[in-house]
């Protein structure tokens, strides 16, 4: 889940300032800034299973876009962004449900793009496999892929050395979605593991509790409110900002973004690194954050097309956000015990995010950036890797 999705509209360009709006699965909504956005994936209430709530624009003021050259946000303009001087070769573990086929084909192009290293089965940097690490792959899905996709290249971008491992879930249920997540964490050599999906709150579950990995998850893009696994406490939840470039020492500015999810778990005990600062009783979203927001999303390859999309695309959602956070960790090589407890405690070494709001909420702090913690963006973003 967690991530929006604008067909890419000029080579090399930021997305315009869009705001996609929320909509029936397939269904044509138009927003107030003239984007034209469907649904990448229907919402799914089902108690047990995740889902995506993505959504691809379309066209612009009633003009289709192109989608043939890159757009939104690269790999230096993100390390630029978080202070990122240092690589890695430690492994990344991506979860996701069902199957991308052109997922090494698809990693390959935006590497090749950006003039990253070649990650692929060959030279051992990429290994893809389903939930009990096999290769009898679940079936394709197409708009699971798009976050795929998203997925892998973020991990790039980030961590252009780290090696990546892709494990795909047989379905959204979150039986499956553990069951990849035990998996990944029995792996030698992972240290983090990125979630970009979520469902209602729930009560947590071992499968997603793995002391020495950073196991991040999404908060949501529906504004205020609270989605597991980022609620579980064994988690790093990932917030989600709206980052743009600025003429101050930073070079960067970013604000909150408004469909972020935050807030408290009634289901699951807080931790103990969490403060008062949350005002919450239970595990507070978020922890951390980074750029979310599909008006200044990020660039991203892929070629299984998908309600007509493919190629080139810009998306957005916290979906973006946790792949980002799992690689800053992998960077760091930082993740003994629970790693949010580390973060928490080198607060200082964050971006804090002081404006923006998700929404409206009983508590201020838990819908509304300021200074310190706050619910959308948690402590801040990366500002290198010393908080991690």
């Given at each position: 889940m967690k991530r929006l999705v604008l067909a890419a509209a000029s080579a090399l360009a930021v997305a315009a300032p869009f705001a996609a709006t929320s909509g029936i699965a397939s269904a044509s909504t138009p927003s107030a800034h003239g984007a034209t956005t469907i649904n990448v994936c229907a919402h799914n209430t089902r108690a047990g299973f995740a889902h995506c709530l993505s959504k691809v624009v379309t066209s612009i003021n009633g003009k289709a876009v192109p989608n043939a050259t890159p757009s939104g946000y690269g790999p230096s303009d993100l390390r630029s962004a978080y202070n990122l001087t240092t690589d890695s070769t430690a492994t990344v573990a991506i979860v996701d449900a069902y199957n991308d086929p052109n997922a090494e084909s698809d990693l390959a192009v935006y590497r090749s793009q950006y003039g990253l290293p070649a990650c692929t089965t060959a030279n051992g940097c990429f290994k893809k496999v389903n939930q009990t690490g096999g290769t009898s792959y679940p079936r394709n899905n197409g708009g699971w892929a798009q976050e795929e996709s998203l997925d892998l290249d973020m991990v790039s971008a980030i961590c252009p050395g780290c090696h990546i491992l892709f494990v795909e879930a047989s379905s959204n249920s979150f039986a499956n979605l553990g069951a990849a997540v035990n998996y990944a964490a029995s792996v030698p050599g992972v240290v983090a593991i990125s979630n970009s999906y979520g469902g209602s709150d729930s009560a947590a579950t071992s499968q997603y509790d793995h002391p020495g990995i950073a196991v991040t998850a999404s908060t949501g893009d529906s504004g205020y409110g609270v989605e597991s696994p980022a609620s579980y406490d064994s988690v790093v939840a990932v917030g989600g900002t709206h980052l743009t470039?600025?003429?101050?020492?930073?070079?960067?500015?970013?604000?909150?973004?408004?469909?972020?999810?935050?807030?408290?778990?009634?289901?699951?005990?807080?931790?103990?690194?969490?403060?008062?600062?949350?005002?919450c009783s239970g595990k507070a979203n978020a922890d951390v954050s980074a750029v979310a927001d599909p008006n200044t999303g990020v660039a991203v390859y892929d070629s299984y097309s998908y309600q007509g999309l493919s190629g080139w695309l810009v998306f957005g959602g916290t979906s973006v956000a946790s792949p980002i956070v799992a690689s800053v960790y992998a960077l760091s090589g930082n993740t003994a015990g629970y790693p949010a407890s580390y973060t928490w405690?080198?607060?200082?070494?964050?971006?804090d995010v002081t404006s923006g709001s998700n929404g409206t909420c009983p508590t201020s702090v838990w819908c509304n950036a300021g200074t310190g913690w706050d619910g959308p963006t948690g402590l801040g973003t990366p500002n290198g890797t010393s908080a991690f």
């Amino acid at each position: 889940m967690k991530r929006l999705v604008l067909a890419a509209a000029s080579a090399l360009a930021v997305a315009a300032p869009f705001a996609a709006t929320s909509g029936i699965a397939s269904a044509s909504t138009p927003s107030a800034h003239g984007a034209t956005t469907i649904n990448v994936c229907a919402h799914n209430t089902r108690a047990g299973f995740a889902h995506c709530l993505s959504k691809v624009v379309t066209s612009i003021n009633g003009k289709a876009v192109p989608n043939a050259t890159p757009s939104g946000y690269g790999p230096s303009d993100l390390r630029s962004a978080y202070n990122l001087t240092t690589d890695s070769t430690a492994t990344v573990a991506i979860v996701d449900a069902y199957n991308d086929p052109n997922a090494e084909s698809d990693l390959a192009v935006y590497r090749s793009q950006y003039g990253l290293p070649a990650c692929t089965t060959a030279n051992g940097c990429f290994k893809k496999v389903n939930q009990t690490g096999g290769t009898s792959y679940p079936r394709n899905n197409g708009g699971w892929a798009q976050e795929e996709s998203l997925d892998l290249d973020m991990v790039s971008a980030i961590c252009p050395g780290c090696h990546i491992l892709f494990v795909e879930a047989s379905s959204n249920s979150f039986a499956n979605l553990g069951a990849a997540v035990n998996y990944a964490a029995s792996v030698p050599g992972v240290v983090a593991i990125s979630n970009s999906y979520g469902g209602s709150d729930s009560a947590a579950t071992s499968q997603y509790d793995h002391p020495g990995i950073a196991v991040t998850a999404s908060t949501g893009d529906s504004g205020y409110g609270v989605e597991s696994p980022a609620s579980y406490d064994s988690v790093v939840a990932v917030g989600g900002t709206h980052l743009t470039k600025a003429s101050n020492t930073r070079g960067w500015s970013e604000t909150a973004w408004s469909g972020a999810g935050s807030g408290c778990s009634t289901l699951n005990a807080k931790p103990s690194w969490q403060t008062s600062a949350t005002q919450c009783s239970g595990k507070a979203n978020a922890d951390v954050s980074a750029v979310a927001d599909p008006n200044t999303g990020v660039a991203v390859y892929d070629s299984y097309s998908y309600q007509g999309l493919s190629g080139w695309l810009v998306f957005g959602g916290t979906s973006v956000a946790s792949p980002i956070v799992a690689s800053v960790y992998a960077l760091s090589g930082n993740t003994a015990g629970y790693p949010a407890s580390y973060t928490w405690a080198h607060a200082s070494g964050l971006n804090d995010v002081t404006s923006g709001s998700n929404g409206t909420c009983p508590t201020s702090v838990w819908c509304n950036a300021g200074t310190g913690w706050d619910g959308p963006t948690g402590l801040g973003t990366p500002n290198g890797t010393s908080a991690f």
